[in-house]
Nanobody
Framework: QVQLVESGGGLVQAGGSLRLSCAAS????????MGWYRQAPGKQRELVVI???????NYADSVKGRFTISRDNAKNTAYLQMNSLKPEDTAVYYC????????????????WGLGTQVTVSS
């Protein structure tokens, strides 16, 4: 079981910055991947960025050069630094992790946070 707590969302003007945090807790052994998805009203959920335990990243083209993901493995926390925000970045942002567990035979699992609202005004 993994519990995810997201924070850092809010209202910001176009061109501003926000930093999101996702803190994971539970009985997992390894967080294989941590990432962020977003969903705007009336639109499908889309990948923003993901980072593996080894540090490899995959960004959506729409956020490359503006958003940066990082993770602190000691704190089991991922961060999303969002700069040069645009109104089209407005969405609910969801943290997602893939975790493995210490018990023999335990399969990996995917877990989602409840989401945090990011609103960018113009």
């Amino acid at each position: 079981q993994v519990q995810l707590v997201e924070s850092g969302g809010g209202l910001v003007q176009a061109g501003g910055s926000l930093r999101l945090s996702c803190a994971a807790s539970g009985s997992f052994r390894v967080l294989n991947a941590m990432g962020w998805y977003r969903q705007a009203p009336g639109k499908q959920r889309e990948l923003v960025v993901i980072i593996t335990s080894g540090g490899a990243t995959n960004y959506a083209d729409s956020v490359k050069g503006r958003f940066t993901i990082s993770r602190d493995n000691a704190k089991n926390t991922a961060y999303l630094q969002m700069n040069s925000l645009k109104p089209e970045d407005t969405a609910v942002y969801y943290c997602k992790v893939v975790a493995t567990f210490g018990a023999l035979g335990s399969p990996p699992g995917t877990f989602w946070g409840l989401g945090t609202q990011v609103t960018v005004s113009s």
